[in-house]
């Protein structure tokens, strides 16, 4: 690990104040960053611990709705009582991603932002668009079985890794900011971008912003369920995953979200079959459409054809699952 | 020393004041400044499980938590399981039920099964639990998924998952 300077905010505003003088990593965690600084893929030359701002707070909203502070932790967020009662999709999902070990260090902020487990991105022996901005993409044409077959590029083919961020695409939610220019907020959808021929560019964070919470908005009237597939029955990366809301009212799709994980470089929501299902009958026909709308414009590398196939089923089996 | 940051941090009951590299893991400086070397270094990234303390009751992998960031923390190791009273129930357990071969995935095994014991008994789910809102009983499933987090490479597992069944029906 290369070595830097270590500085703890006590306050938001020092810790802002802190980026805004230059270049910063925010430690909050650590489960991402420091594995990330062991393998000098990241090479912050000061770091600014978070983790003890006052931001780990789940509250509600008068709305209904709910807020999970930026540093709660992914296991404190999934044992909550009201994230299980009115979110179950999203304790699910907490509960299918990483250890219990893991679970108890990740925060909420940290899961949106942390980074892909692409080896070539790790493996500083490799080519890479996202660590080294114009060195090509070993990925693509290498062991690409785990990358993506929606959004990606020429540039890029990792998947963003996060389980938490599927079932927050699907119920919508808003990701709140704070930096030197003042706070802001942003539709999770939005958060993350496509890599298109700037891979290292990963989310619209500006420089020195910071995570501060997340809003859920009222669990609206829906059934809802996190399906995740892996390579073992737990600890580990999805191959895919979807987080499904679907509300059938006599026979007729009222409402329908869809949200695809491990299939693309962020939280891929499908919305073109959600348009599909939404006013149509609950059948298996109409299931089926759906599913295969999901996936259109899928391109497949050379070892991961299978995934179209996977997402394809899962969401087809969810969809009759829940109606 | 330059750069070097003073971290105050409560291990097994003992104070110990320290001046430490920021990049120092909280693992290195249990194995390497204090000298309590129970706690194991196996793959140094978060993935195996063997270098799983309790820092601040909750079980954490120690690879990837910075010391400092552990500045008036209490931490508890393997080193402090015989004398309580839970980590000997699994320890003679282990013993009872061959939970271990090899044994360098064992203290981090302990470890994570007396923090394991604590997060069910104050009811939280796990993946595999069906209803999320209800009480949760300890089957095989549920602790094979609760101890998802600790590999045994010499596969102790049917052991390991013995001997967490006899100390959890007490």
Known sequence: MREFGYVRAATVAEAIGLAAEGPVAYLAGGTNLVDLMREEVERPRRVVDISRLPLSAVEDLPDGGLRLGALARNAHVAADDRVRRRYPVLARALLRGASPQLRNRATVGGNLLQRTRCRYFYDLGAACNKRAPGTGCEAIGGFDRGHAILGASESCVAVHPSDMCVALAALDATVNLTGPEGDRSVPVSDLHLLPGDTPQVETVLRSGELVTSVDLPPWPPARGAYVKVRDRASYAFALVSVAVLVQVHEGTITLARIALGGVAPKPWRAYAAEELLTGAAADERTFGAAAEEAVVGARPLRHNGFKAELARRLIRRTLVKLS | ?170
């Open chain 2, 1 to 170: 020393m330059d750069g070097h940051i003073p971290v105050h941090l409560n291990v097994n009951g003992q104070a110990h004041a320290l001046s430490l590299d920021p990049r120092t893991t909280l693992l290195d400086c249990l194995r390497e400044r204090l000298g309590l070397t129970g706690t194991k270094k196996g793959c140094d990234q978060g993935a195996c499980g063997a270098c799983t303390v309790l820092l601040g009751g909750e079980r954490v992998n120690s690879c990837l938590v910075p010391a400092v960031q552990c500045d008036g923390m209490e931490v508890v190791t393997i080193e402090a399981m015989a004398g309580h009273g839970l980590g000997a129930k699994v320890q003679e357990a282990f013993l009872t039920h061959d939970g271990f071969q090899c044994g360098y995935c064992t203290s981090g095994q302990i470890c994570s099964i007396v923090a394991m014991l604590g997060e069910h008994r104050d009811g939280r789910p796990s993946a595999v639990t069906e209803d999320l809102t209800g009480p949760v009983a300890l089957t095989d499933a549920e602790i094979r998924e609760r101890m998802a987090g600790n590999l045994c490479r010499c596969g102790a597992y049917n052991g390991i998952v013995a001997a967490v069944k006899e100390v959890a029906a007490g």
